[in-house]
């Protein structure tokens, strides 16, 4: 135990004077910084797909078109009751609902503006239809029954198209984990060029250490130390730069947000998990940092 704390208080190499330090401060900092705001796109496209998932893939849309048939309101909304009860009744069917004129108005603010009177306009009855979990559901059989029915109505089945949405998204996922490797990689290149440029430096001094009788692994542990200590405190300033960056965009983007953008978010697990970046940084960099300086002297010395 004595030995450990006089390892973190003094050590034999004069490593705080090695400019490699500052290389690696500036380019862990980096590494962190990139790493979080990719790490949070991961996490985002993640959270959309699950919610396309559960929303919108798993639902379709009816939609009642006005019709000469449907002469008044009341009309209407006996027409829109009349295919309620009747795809109800359809097998996979888990509820409907309808979306009500105030929804609606919501829906059509960015094109028509707040006070469009959605009621004096001929926009169809929209329902909300949610189907069971594990069940398929026949499109083109509904479609057809639905047409004897009410000519005037029609499915409009979200999947077709959101399923390649959800392919396209799910590629950008493998591209952000690439991504996340390539930044790996980086830092742990920029580990080995600093620990070989210092070791080169103090050559002559680790040879006299060794010739006292210390070994590969007390050389190593002096070099994790000062590699814990630099990329602890420059991840951290990293990981700043990167959740205020995160926080911009957000904010940013906030006013052209839609049902499909709005899905994107960041949970509790996720920000934990990005604020435990430094944490990990600092790991991978003593870990790297100790078997790259055994590694070396195993060819200078």
Not at 27 to 56: C, D, G, P, Q, R
Not at 212 to 239: E, H, L, W
């Amino acid at each position: 135990m004595k030995s450990q704390i006089s390892l973190l208080q003094h050590s034999e190499l004069p490593l705080k004077e090695d400019r490699a330090n500052f290389f690696l401060e500036i380019s862990t900092a980096i590494s962190v910084f990139l790493f979080t705001i990719t790490l949070a796109a991961y996490f985002m496209m993640s959270s959309m797909i699950a919610s396309w998932n559960k929303s919108i893939i798993n639902g379709l849309t009816i939609q009642i078109q006005p019709s000469s048939e449907l002469m008044n309101q009341e009309d209407e909304q006996m027409a829109v009751n009349k295919v309620i009860l009747f795809v109800q009744g359809m097998e996979g069917v888990q509820k409907v609902k309808q979306i009500s004129n105030e929804q609606i108005t919501k829906l059509m603010s960015p094109w028509l503006g707040d006070n469009a009177n959605i009621e004096a306009l001929p926009i169809p009855k929209l329902l909300d239809v949610r189907l069971k979990n594990g069940q398929t559901f026949d499109y083109k059989k509904a479609a057809t029954s639905l047409k004897e029915i009410a000519p005037y109505a029609s499915i409009d089945n979200h999947g077709l198209w959101l399923k390649k949405l959800v392919k396209s998204t799910s590629s950008l996922k493998l591209l952000s984990l690439f991504v996340l490797f390539l930044v790996l990689s980086a830092s742990v290149f920029s580990i080995f060029y600093a620990v070989e440029t210092s070791l080169k430096v103090h050559q002559n001094i680790i040879e006299i250490l060794h010739i006292m009788g210390a070994t590969d692994g007390y050389v190593a542990k002096q070099y994790a130390v000062r590699s814990c200590k630099i990329s602890f405190i420059s991840s951290i300033g990293g990981t700043i730069l990167g959740l205020l960056s995160i926080l911009v965009i957000a904010k940013l983007s906030s006013g052209l947000e839609t049902g499909l953008i709005g899905a994107a978010s960041l949970s509790t697990s996720h920000w934990c998990c990005l604020l435990t970046l430094p944490l990990w940084a600092a790991l991978v960099s003593t870990i790297m940092s100790f078997l790259c300086v055994k590694q070396s002297l195993r060819k200078i010395v």
